[in-house]
């Protein structure tokens, strides 16, 4: 038998827990009141953008994971270090604190660090219409909107063709790397 148990430090999320998970409203950071060495997996999606010490946040899931446990996590990302600044400048449109974008590489190094090990990645490409879903869900503005156009239209051709952008009717549509990263804890 396991237990599952459900991490975040917004309430309106651990809402969203099937029942029978326990509920833990807590930063993935700071989590003094579990015991260490207890999980058989531990699992993040999209958490690591949104840790302004991501590095904390996997040292935190290392010392959760039993040795032999896994820890899984799924990320947005961007493949190459010089394609950061264009989603970097996106986010701090809406957030000026917005922690920045994680390459593969800064992932990949950030879980060594912790000690995990047997560190494996799959990237799976997402394809899709995004700027009026991400203005909605940002509470952007029209002028959020126009500056997101105008950053797109003027961004590094390189960029453009590895982000397989394409901007009609006001609308951009782009690739991104989803990053799904396999480690044990030896």
Not at 65 to 76: D, F, I, L, M, Q
Not at 77 to 88: Q, T, Y
Not at 149 to 171: G, M, T
Request: proline residues 5%; hydrophobic residues 40%.
């Amino acid at each position: 038998r396991y237990n599952f148990a459900g991490v975040d430090e917004a309430a309106n999320m651990l809402c969203k827990c099937p029942e029978g998970v326990i509920q833990i409203l807590s930063k993935v950071e700071d989590l003094p009141f579990l015991m260490d060495n207890q999980f058989h997996l531990t699992f993040s999606r999209n958490l690591l953008k949104h840790c302004h010490e991501p590095e904390r946040a996997i040292e935190s899931m290392y010392k959760k994971t039993r040795k032999g446990g896994v820890c899984v996590c799924a990320e947005s990302i961007v493949l190459k270090e010089e394609d950061k600044a264009i989603p970097n400048a996106l986010l701090r449109m809406t957030d000026s604190t917005h922690p920045p974008v994680l390459s593969l590489d800064d992932i990949r190094e950030k879980f060594e660090r912790a000690g995990f090990s047997h560190i494996e990645y799959s990237i799976f490409p997402y394809r899709s219409a995004w700027l009026s879903r991400w203005l909605a869900a940002e509470q952007g503005t029209g002028r959020t909107r126009e500056d997101a156009l105008a950053l797109y239209r003027s961004a590094p051709k390189a960029f453009l063709e590895r982000q397989q952008v394409e901007i009609h009717d006001d609308e951009i549509t782009s690739t991104v790397p989803w990053a799904l990263v396999r480690a044990v804890k030896d």
